[in-house]
């Protein structure tokens, strides 16, 4: 059985076509479904931007100028775009107005821009503007600053918004190098995904270059009351001025987080390393921008318990910005294995034990997300299918937790060491290209399985990429620390001795153990006695919050109501408030508060929370 799949392996290798290295991706042949790009015709090498950034309409306006390669002698090119308005196209930077077409618009993938070339078009100049609610933007007035003081406008760019706010060709799997001039009002700084400026210009206009080819998601911009903070020689916050001393003390461990994952993987590449905190209605907690991630203030605890966020994001470094996934249905090469190397991360910094609760938390999210969803559902599997729809769709814990298990049982099987060597020298020989999930399979047969079949059996590795579910040989992780609540719970009378488990139970991954641990019949005295011991409702620790709080509307705890609506009203951050809102719709009653508190919560979200909660409560 053993030889009979390693034979097939080998056949199935030896019979790929060889194929013309036509875009920067080299391995194997690819079509992206969610971009209209053409590569194998003509395909994007650089990017100079020139942009004027508009806080009173709401606008970036400017021009986008394309180095591009005609692979084919075509004569036409294609870029997504997705609500601009494009103003005129020029080659080669002639005068004259060249011939384009737009696209008949896809609600998702937004319209094609063919723009006529001959085979010695080197660049295509495209004059456009963004639409007042392009998805990627959010423009935030001053009072939803922490400062108060300044409108701020920050991008997110992942999966497909690049193309609502630059021409390009949107896909992970072509990538490019830009320099960008930005022009913005000239008491504001501006930040992008390149090197940035560690002070105020004079005249609100800023230089940026990235020379090093990324793919169009990790563009971003941010353009705020902005100040730059030390942390080290390589590293150093970008925040408002009220906000920088505090995100500089929660992230003082940046240098060493570097430092360590250069330990397992080898050098970062990138230059430096910064984080940019912003605003709370940013939408994720964290984006893996090169050179500047953009992170959200509701990581700022105060005590440094979630800053496996900085791990995460920093880890993108290697897994994800250095070698990409092919298509948004391979994006679990991205986050699995990031939420793995983020693991190595903390338990280099941290230690085991650590680490250790941060692998119990993730599987027992992996087994709610596939009990939600069924275990026969197609969105089970690592391999993601979703063309025809928003990739957004596949941003799981599919492609997280169950990622990082495949991965993890592989570290088991292979032994450590072997598995590390493997990894830095997938890293290093995919460096800057893109993969795709067939050809990791590939690449993986040959460099760890070939040597030690027994991984094969071990592992089942086309169970794992292209099944559903979670396969039984998944490892079950364990942590002594959770081990003891687990008896604290078990011992319980039914009601809640006060005052005893503040001393026993203190850091946050313990605290969220304990709200997810406890059982869901749980009265509201219990609750009380609980709140009162450990203060979960007037946490400020947004994780915390969130768990409590879904436990709180399940279990009727009106005491908390008043922090909810508040919590939902200030945190944007799209994993944190739709569980709540989840919640919230499970009743008829609870429906009709959550439109009501949704309404003044909306204007604080950015367009990728506001589009999945906008779902949720929509009835038709
Ligand atoms: N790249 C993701 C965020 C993302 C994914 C944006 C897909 C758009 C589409 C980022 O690295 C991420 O995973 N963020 C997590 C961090 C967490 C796992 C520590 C988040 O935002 O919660
Ligand atoms: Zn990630």
């Known amino acids: ?6 034979f097939f392996c080998i056949v199935f290798f030896a019979c790929q076509p060889k194929k013309k290295d036509i875009t920067n991706v080299e391995i194997g042949e690819r079509t992206d479904p969610h971009s209209f790009s053409e590569p194998d015709k003509a395909i994007v090498k650089h990017l100079d931007l020139e942009l004027r950034v508009d806080f009173s309409s709401h606008t970036i306006s400017g021009k986008a100028t394309w180095d591009i390669q005609n692979v084919s002698e075509a004569d036409s090119i294609v870029f997504d775009t997705h609500q601009l308005k494009i103003d005129k196209v020029t080659l080669n930077g002639l005068a004259e107005a060249a011939g384009y077409t737009l696209g008949r618009e896809n609600k998702i993938l937004g319209k094609a821009l063919t723009i006529k070339i001959t085979p010695d078009t080197k660049k295509v100049s495209i004059w456009y503007k963004t639409a007042a609610d392009a998805a990627a933007l959010q423009w935030l007035t001053a009072s939803q600053t922490a400062g108060k003081k300044h409108p701020y406008l920050f991008t997110q760019s992942q999966a497909i918004l690049a193309r609502t706010w630059v021409p390009c060709q949107d896909s992970p799997g072509i990538r490019f ?21 560690q002070m105020r210009s004079k005249d609100g206009t800023y230089t940026f270059e990235q020379k090093k080819p990324i793919p169009s998601y990790l563009m971003s911009l941010a353009v705020g009351d902005i100040d730059f903070k030390e942390i080290d020689a390589r590293t150093g916050i970008y925040a408002e001025p009220s906000v920088l001393q505090k995100a500089a003390w929660e992230f003082a461990d940046m240098g060493k987080m570097v430092a360590a994952a250069e330990k397992i993987y080898g050098p970062y590449q990138w230059g430096r390393y910064d984080v940019l905190v912003l605003p709370p209605s940013f939408p994720f907690g964290g984006m893996e921008n090169p050179m500047l991630t953009f992170a959200t203030p509701t990581v700022l605890a105060g005590d440094r318990s979630l800053v496996n966020l900085i791990a995460h994001e920093l880890a993108h470094s290697w897994s994800g910005n250095l070698v990409t996934n092919a298509t948004w249905n391979d994006f679990w090469l991205n986050e699995g294995f990031t939420t793995y190397f983020e693991r190595r991360i903390i338990e280099e910094v941290y230690g085991r034990e650590e680490a250790e609760m941060q692998e119990v938390i993730g599987f027992n999210l992996l087994k709610a997300t596939v009990a939600e969803l069924g275990d026969k559902n197609d969105d089970t599997k690592l ?23 495949f991965l993890r049982l592989m570290e088991e099987a292979a032994g450590r060491n072997v598995f590390d060597a493997f990894v830095s020298e997938y890293f290093k020989g ?191």
């Open 383 to 405: 391999k993601g299918s979703f063309e025809n729809r928003n990739p957004d769709d596949g941003v799981t814990d599919i492609a997280y937790e169950k990622g990082y298990s």
């Open 430 to 620: 995919h460096q800057f290209k893109s993969i795709g999930t067939e050809d990791f399979v590939l690449y993986l047969q040959k460099n760890l399985i070939a040597r030690d079949v027994k991984i094969s059996d071990k592992v089942l590795v086309s169970k794992w990429i292209y099944e559903p579910g979670i396969p039984s040989n998944v490892i079950i992780p364990s942590s002594v620390k959770f081990r003891a609540i687990d008896s604290i719970i078990k011992s319980w009378d039914g009601s809640v001795k006060a005052g005893r488990l503040a001393t026993k139970i203190k850091s946050t991954n313990e605290r969220l153990y304990l709200i997810s641990a406890l059982p869901d019949s749980l009265s509201t005295h219990d609750l009380s006695l609980l709140d009162k011991d450990l203060g979960f409702t007037r946490s400020e620790n947004t994780e915390i919050q969130c768990a409590w709080y879904t436990l709180a509307l399940r279990s009727n705890y009106e005491k908390a109501y008043p922090e909810i609506e508040k919590y939902l009203i200030n945190v944007g951050r799209r994993k944190l408030v739709l569980p709540l809102y989840k919640e919230m719709v499970k009743t008829e009653k609870g429906k009709k508060w959550a439109r009501e508190v949704y309404l003044r919560a909306r204007p604080n979200y950015h367009s990728v929370t506001f589009n999945t909660i906008d779902e949720l409560l929509d009835d038709r």
């Open 1 to 6: 059985m053993k030889k009979l799949f390693l």
């Open 177 to 197: 190098t830009y320099r960008a001039h930005v022009s913005v009002p000239k008491e504001l700084m501006a930040v992008m995904s390149a090197v940035n400026p």
